[in-house]
């Protein structure tokens, strides 16, 4: 799934996408392909849902024991070993026979059965996993990239506050609140899009840091001074994103340094 922002001028842009930047008719154009198969992976759900209605259909006689079954096995036994058994006196230990020897039968369908129902569950979890990852994923950078904020440091708290709920045959991503229920943007209603939660994290003194300097409580915020620095500030290299994504708090109270 491809994206594409254009600037009019090359500092309109933010500086982590600025080396990435191509010019074209004297507009500077940032263009990326996200990591989503969201299309495929649903197609692919959809495919396993449909095998697995296909398996319990055709493992449906095995949940029971079917009379009909039942009543053309014992008269063919009659027919064959009627006359032998009886005449051994057997007859009540070979009617035992059959019956356990059905209920064998029957309990290892039913066995099968159930370890195939348990295979389809766990594949539609991990397919299910996999596209709520990549549909939250893309349009969460999609607004940032947009909001001229850094994917790297706000994706990971974006993914903590989105779901992905199935509407009307559809995947859609939501954003939740602490106890998991979908966030209204308003009195109608209306839910509340990533594109806001984005908005809100910009005003936010601590996730604001991670926009661009010239938006709110961006990178040119000014640090606190009071105690002066007096040597000893821990510091974080630029490359170490997981150092960074685990520090993002002391990095924007200014307790840790980012220097390359």
Do not use: Y
């Not at 209603?189 to 994290?201: K, S, V, Y």
């Amino acid at each position: 799934m491809p994206i594409k922002q254009v600037f009019d001028n090359e500092e309109d842009a933010p500086e982590f996408l600025r080396s990435s930047l191509l010019e074209q008719d004297g507009k500077f154009v940032f263009e990326a392909e996200l990591p989503t198969e969201t299309a495929g992976i649903k197609s692919a759900l959809q495919k396993e849902r449909d095998a697995k209605a296909a398996l319990e259909k055709s493992l449906k006689g095995f949940e029971g024991v079917d009379p009909e079954e039942a009543r053309r096995l014992k008269s063919e036994a009659e027919k064959v070993e009627a006359d032998k058994l009886k005449q051994k006196g057997d007859w009540e230990t070979r009617e035992r026979q059959l019956k356990d020897q059905l209920a064998a039968d029957l309990g290892k369908r039913e066995q099968h059965f159930q370890s195939e129902q348990e295979k389809w569950r766990q594949r539609e979890a991990r397919l299910l996993r996999a596209i709520e990852e990549n549909l939250i994923e893309a349009h969460a950078t999609t607004a940032i990239v947009a909001a001229k904020g850094s994917p790297e440091l706000l994706l990971p708290h974006v993914m903590k506050a989105v779901k992905v709920v199935e509407e009307n045959d559809r995947f859609v991503a939501r954003v939740v609140d602490g106890q998991g229920n979908p966030r209204i943007a308003d009195v109608k209603g209306t839910p509340f899009t990533i594109g806001n939660l984005i908005e809100e994290f910009r005003g936010n003194p601590i996730f604001g840091r991670a926009f661009d300097a010239s938006g709110a409580g961006g990178s040119g915020a000014s640090p606190n001074n009071n105690n002066g620095n007096k040597g000893g500030m821990k510091v974080i290299s630029p490359s170490d994103q997981e150092a960074i994504n685990s520090n993002i708090e002391a990095i924007a109270k200014g307790d840790i340094k980012v220097i390359g």
